[in-house]
């Protein structure tokens, strides 16, 4: 997994109030459970906005500049398959180069509480729920 779903949620409670946090990352889809997606590279853009907002975190945009409906997201090395790591080499190389690279999106985050202890009533956000 990528940087901001691989880190502790007490790493982003250092961010101040009005803090922005921009996370780009590959999109699965939403018909697969996260847990079956996390080894070929590729997150649940709903898995991501949950642990986001799990974090003091609220969405206030999201942008799709980065889309790519080419990207099926069932390769045979996960999204590495694809531009620009090419993980198996020349074997069908010419195929991997027309898809392009993987299917992303971009979200943008304000932090909105101070520290973690004062959002228990805050939007989408419960203590003992693991995601």
């Given at each position: 997994m990528t940087f901001v779903f691989s880190m502790r949620l007490s790493g982003l409670a250092r961010m101040k109030p009005g803090g922005i946090?921009?996370?780009?990352?590959?999109?699965?889809?939403l018909a697969t459970p996260?847990?079956?997606?996390?080894?070929?590279?590729?997150?649940?853009?709903?898995?991501?906005?949950?642990?986001?907002?799990?974090?003091a975190f609220k969405l206030v945009g999201t942008s799709a500049v980065a889309a790519n409906p080419k990207d099926t997201t069932n390769w045979p090395k996960g999204v590495w398959t694809l531009r620009p790591t090419y993980a198996l080499g020349a074997t069908d190389r010419a195929k991997y180069q027309a898809i392009g690279e993987g299917d992303n999106f971009e979200l943008k985050s304000v932090r909105w509480a101070a520290d973690l202890d004062s959002i228990e009533a805050g939007p989408r956000y419960n203590r003992s729920k693991q995601l």
């Amino acid at each position: 997994m990528t940087f901001v779903f691989s880190m502790r949620l007490s790493g982003l409670a250092r961010m101040k109030p009005g803090g922005i946090l921009g996370v780009e990352d590959h999109r699965s889809k939403l018909a697969t459970p996260q847990e079956s997606v996390a080894k070929s590279g590729y997150v649940r853009q709903d898995y991501a906005i949950a642990v986001i907002e799990r974090a003091a975190f609220k969405l206030v945009g999201t942008s799709a500049v980065a889309a790519n409906p080419k990207d099926t997201t069932n390769w045979p090395k996960g999204v590495w398959t694809l531009r620009p790591t090419y993980a198996l080499g020349a074997t069908d190389r010419a195929k991997y180069q027309a898809i392009g690279e993987g299917d992303n999106f971009e979200l943008k985050s304000v932090r909105w509480a101070a520290d973690l202890d004062s959002i228990e009533a805050g939007p989408r956000y419960n203590r003992s729920k693991q995601l």
